[in-house]
């Protein structure tokens, strides 16, 4: 009778301490993963050269540079379980507001200089590769760079001073590698395509298609 008690005491142990082992093993692989729980806060500053195609005849590319900053303003991590339980990835779904500040010089026109906020959502996978997407609006001032007459309701000659101011609105598609995600560097490097409208010009809208590249540097700190 003692021996069986003996055993069955020793059964229970056994059982309580393989439950114990399994819910750390649960908390250390599963649980514990920082996915939602961790928060932090992600800013990106970024330089962009630009290349305005014309596709008129002859076509023409007129070169420019863009000075961006990411503020973002909801995250969204999404996990990812492979195979096995253990192997879980991360992939980050982000919304910034991305101000832009730059210029576009058109030798034989103006020089533009614009500012232009956007909103841009971006999708990194669970390894480097991301995608992103941005629309905006803003202000942009062409200045004249060669002399540049009008004739005035009066009939007229008069020299145009200065340039003209714009309204400007546009989308972009970039593609790129987050380095951060693989390792400790805080480099982003990418490529896209853009597209534009700006006015009045002659009264209409006159459409730019861009060509981007460019590199970011991440701003990544820990709140909790």
């Not at 250390?28 to 932090?40: A, F, I, Q, R, T």
């Not at 805080?186 to 981007?212: A, E, K």
């Amino acid at each position: 009778m003692k021996s069986s008690i003996k055993l069955l005491f020793i059964l229970l142990l056994s059982s309580y301490y393989s439950t114990l082992s399994g819910q750390e093993s649960s908390l250390k692989y599963k649980d514990l993963l920082p996915v939602e729980g961790l928060k932090y806060k992600k800013t990106i500053v970024s330089v962009t050269g630009n290349a305005d195609i014309e596709l008129i005849k002859p076509v023409s590319i007129n070169l420019g540079m863009e000075f961006n900053g990411y503020i973002r303003i909801f995250s969204k991590a999404k996990q990812i379980q492979r195979k096995s339980i253990y192997d879980i990835r991360i992939a980050d779904r982000d919304l910034f507001i991305k101000p832009t500040v730059g210029f576009l010089y058109r030798e034989r026109y103006h020089t533009g200089l614009y500012f232009m906020p956007s909103l841009v959502y971006r999708h990194t996978t669970p390894k480097i590769f991301y995608t992103e997407i941005g629309v905006g609006g803003g202000y942009y001032y062409a200045k004249l760079n060669v002399p540049t007459y009008e004739v005035t309701s009066s009939g007229n000659v008069s020299k145009i001073r200065g340039g003209f101011s714009n309204a400007i609105i546009g989308s972009n598609f970039a593609i790129g590698l987050d380095f951060s995600k693989s390792s400790r560097t805080p480099l982003n490097i990418f490529s896209g395509v853009g597209l534009y409208y700006n006015f009045p010009n002659n009264q209409s809208w006159t459409r730019h298609i861009l060509i981007q590249a460019g590199i970011a540097y991440i701003i990544r700190r820990n709140i909790e």
